[in-house]
Nanobody, 128 residues
């Protein structure tokens, strides 16, 4: 089992920044690709950003490219999502995800199907 605990969500004005953190425990962190999925009200869950086990490869959904940066610190068993230039359309519950291997980076599942572990989610609200 892998336990994932997110933090860092909140309310921010458009143009502002937030950094999400996800602390993992329970299994060897470096065996897992990590990612951030998000689900806005009335919409399906989508992969926002994912990062490979070795940290060399990343995926970003088009709408966040150039604004969001995903990173991982294996010494701290933590993955981060730095979100800059936030817009109201970024408002969603953000979920941390862990998946054995690198499929989540090479071919991110559109709604998170098949992901091994999920966090409980953290709310991000961007006001206009």
């Amino acid at each position: 089992q892998v336990q994932l605990v997110e933090s860092g969500g909140g309310l921010v004005q458009a143009g502002g920044s937030l950094r999400l953190s996800c602390a993992a425990s329970g299994r060897t962190f470096s065996n897992y690709a990590m990612g951030w999925f998000r689900q806005a009200p009335g919409k399906d869950r989508e992969p926002a950003a994912t990062i490979s086990r070795n940290g060399r490869y990343t995926y970003y959904v088009n709408s966040v490219k150039g604004r969001f940066t995903i990173s991982r610190d294996d010494a701290k068993n933590t993955v981060y999502l730095q979100m800059n230039s936030l817009i109201p359309e970024d408002t969603a519950v953000y979920y941390c995800a862990a998946d054995l291997g690198d499929t989540m980076v090479l071919k991110p599942p559109s709604v998170g199907t098949g992901i091994d572990y999920w966090g409980q989610g953290t709310q991000v609200t961007v006001s206009s």
